[in-house]
């Protein structure tokens, strides 16, 4: 034990058991303890024993009672050396003087540092710790005792120093805690000097070294936690500069104003921040038990030039709640708990330039009870001012990033038309896969699983592949931009359709049942788009060209170690990719280009036409003022130079 306090457990019935606590010795000849008998009794020394007895056991305490502080001038009670107690006891449960059990116990305390009394003018200083953090001598691991090869140990008296004295530790573990640092003029560590070495190098003392982690004062750097909170952009006499498209819109507290979304994993996060100029429609699936409320409809909103406003909020109850309940965990109890709850919010932003004018929420409530799945439906829409009606469009024609890719069918008297990926469900099964638009500039990839038959003809199944994935592409046209007009056939590009392979021979038959090759099984859908121009700073953006294609893979029916079913799994996937392109093809290289390729960049390791790159408004790393500033100044440096220096002042 190295503490004043020690606990055991003696097991049995302690009825007639006597508990008592001796001292133990060693027997100097044969070198074992002595044996113990039955009479002692409950205290040996500045040791006592305390039983507590219980239920078939019983618990044993044994504790020190003396002062286990340093002694200091002219102190009694009080430990004279560093190692306090060095004792062995033992402790006996007897039954009629006859011994049931005894545990030894060998103490090994050490005295208190800490240091209760009055303090004196004549204290001991201790020096600053920032300076001295190895300590003077970091071999030295074991107190009270001498650390072999630690020549800086206390411990170490001179006759064991030279048992060792010719391989002691070096450098800090060794003691050396200020070594010369290779960066001090007056090193002499370092191999090879260079010429420019006395220029260079660092005249300071020892007490100033690396080694220390903190220079001089040694103060410490505290750690810089960041802050969920923003800092707004300020200007002189505004609040915020104003709003660009994707800017995360911000509340009167300077905190993210924030409503569900879905995640890129597929998961709904609810303090997910609302983008500027960025419309979402998404579905949340949650119950009694994890609905969460949002933010409250009270929350004023940063208008983005440093007023503030109030939340238009419409409560509207819902009657037909089928929609929005999709199932029940449970069978129906007698007695369910129900709850008023949000069942969908819809929130339209007014803007108008980089302001948010008014902002309008419609609030659609109802009852949830315990055990019921609620589908949670949140909407947002940015309107332009000039254009606050759902049916026109915002004052932006292009398309922008989140918004539904436009399609149409123009060989149909009615030309609506659809793009559209899987959005699985359940076991995401084909059978039961629902669609979702296609989002402008939202790179996608969905799918889902068909069943299989063992004995399935290959043309059929074919056919059944490329019906699904048609399934999803019901247009021949999409429109360039978000506002084309059905009536113009300008406003939209045909879709390219890049049809699959057809192979004419059925592989199923006789050995190969349960293996087609060339399956359709993914459909590829490129969208090129580009941008053509801006409306108030933002983007303009067109779609310019759609191509489809079709990936096909080998399909094998596979079963485990035994097939006990028919029955195997195909999954067909959906990509939507987004190219961006030029809006305009780039400059054609000129005849001085192509003829002395020696001034071509891309092919020579001396470039001269970038001689001045950073001078020129092509370099994007600092403003072009600053740029400009750095280069006239090096400029004048260099004429100063070649003016002062010879033929000039030769004859001075």
Not at 404 to 425: C, E, H, K, Y
Not at 455 to 474: A, F, H, Y
Not at 523 to 546: K, R, S, T, Y
Not at 553 to 560: D, I, L, M, P, T
């Amino acid at each position: 034990m190295s503490g004043p306090r020690v606990n055991s457990v003696f097991l049995g019935n302690s009825s007639g058991v006597n508990f008592s606590i001796i001292f133990s010795s060693i027997d100097e000849e044969t070198g074992k303890l002595q044996l113990a008998n039955c009479s002692g009794s409950k205290r040996a020394g500045d040791w006592d024993l305390n039983v507590t007895p219980g239920v078939n056991f019983s618990k044993v305490t044994v504790s020190l009672t003396r002062n286990l502080q340093l002694c200091l001038p002219n102190a009694t009670d009080c430990c004279t050396t560093p190692l306090c107690v060095a004792e062995t006891l033992q402790v006996l449960a007897c039954h009629n003087s006859v011994l049931l059990a005894h545990l030894l116990i060998q103490a090994e305390i050490y005295a208190n540092s800490s240091f209760t009394g009055n303090v004196s003018a004549n204290a001991t200083v201790i020096p600053n710790q920032v300076f001295q953090p190895l300590g003077s001598c970091p071999c030295d691991l074991t107190a009270g005792a001498c650390d072999v090869r630690c020549c800086c140990d206390p411990e170490c008296t001179a006759d064991l120093k030279q048992l060792f004295n010719e391989s002691c530790f070096t450098g800090v573990f060794g003691g050396d805690v200020n070594p010369p640092f290779d960066q001090l003029c007056s090193s002499e560590s370092m191999e090879y000097i260079p010429d420019w070495f006395p220029f260079l190098c660092v005249q300071s003392s020892l007490n100033n070294t690396p080694f220390l982690g903190y220079f001089y004062h040694g103060s410490t750097s505290t750690p810089k936690v960041p802050s969920f909170k923003i800092p707004l952009q300020t200007s002189p006499g505004l609040l915020f500069t104003g709003y660009s498209q994707g800017d995360p819109v911000m509340t009167e507290e300077n905190e993210y104003f924030t409503i569900p979304q879905r995640s890129m994993a597929g998961q709904c996060v609810g303090n997910a921040p609302v983008a500027y100029l960025q419309n979402f429609d998404v579905k949340c699936l949650t119950n009694l038990a994890s609905y969460k409320e949002g933010l409250p409809h009270d929350v004023r909103i940063n208008s983005g030039t440093g007023d503030f406003i109030q939340q238009n909020v419409l409560y509207e109850t819902i009657t037909s709640m089928g929609r929005f309940i999709t199932g029940s965990e449970s069978p129906p109890a007698a007695e369910v708990l129900c709850q008023n709850v949000t069942f969908a919010e819809h929130y339209t932003f007014i803007w108008k330039d980089k302001k948010i004018e008014t902002i309008n929420v419609t609030v659609f409530l109802g009852s949830l009870c315990d055990g019921e799945i609620l589908t949670q439906r949140f909407t947002v829409t940015f309107l332009s001012l000039e254009n606050t009606t759902a049916a026109e469009l915002i004052g932006n024609p292009g398309y922008q990033v989140g918004k539904p890719v436009r399609a149409a069918n123009m060989n149909a008297s009615d030309t609506f038309g659809s793009l559209n990926i899987w959005q699985s469900a359940g076991r995401g099964l084909c059978t039961s896969a629902t669609y979702t638009p296609v989002l402008f500039g939202v790179d996608s990839l969905s799918g889902c699983i068909l069943e299989v038959d063992i004995n399935e003809d290959c043309s059929l199944l074919r056919g059944n592949v490329t019906e699904k994935l048609g399934s999803l592409i019901q247009a021949t046209h999409v429109g360039k931009r978000d506002n084309s007009s059905h009536s113009d056939l300008n406003d939209w590009v045909e879709i390219i359709r890049r049809d699959p392979f057809n192979s004419a021979t059925n592989v199923s038959t006789g050995s190969l049942k349960g293996i087609c090759p060339d399956i359709p099984a993914h459909l590829n859908i490129h969208i090129i788009f580009a941008d053509v121009g801006a409306v108030q700073g933002i983007p303009w953006q067109e779609i310019l060209a759609v191509q489809i294609s079709y990936s096909t893979v080998r399909w094998q029916f596979q079963c485990g170690l035994i097939c006990e079913n028919s029955i195997s799994f195909l999954p067909i996937t959906a990509s939507v990719q987004f190219i961006k392109v030029p809006a305009q093809p780039p400059i054609p290289l000129t005849r001085f280009q192509m003829n002395y390729t020696e001034f071509d960049c891309n092919r020579n390791d001396v470039c001269w036409p970038q001689l001045f790159y950073p001078v020129t408004r092509f370099y994007t790393g600092e403003p072009y003022s600053q740029c400009l500033a750095k280069g006239l100044s090096l400029a004048f440096l260099v004429l100063l130079a070649a003016i002062m220096s010879n033929p000039w002042f030769s004859e001075l």
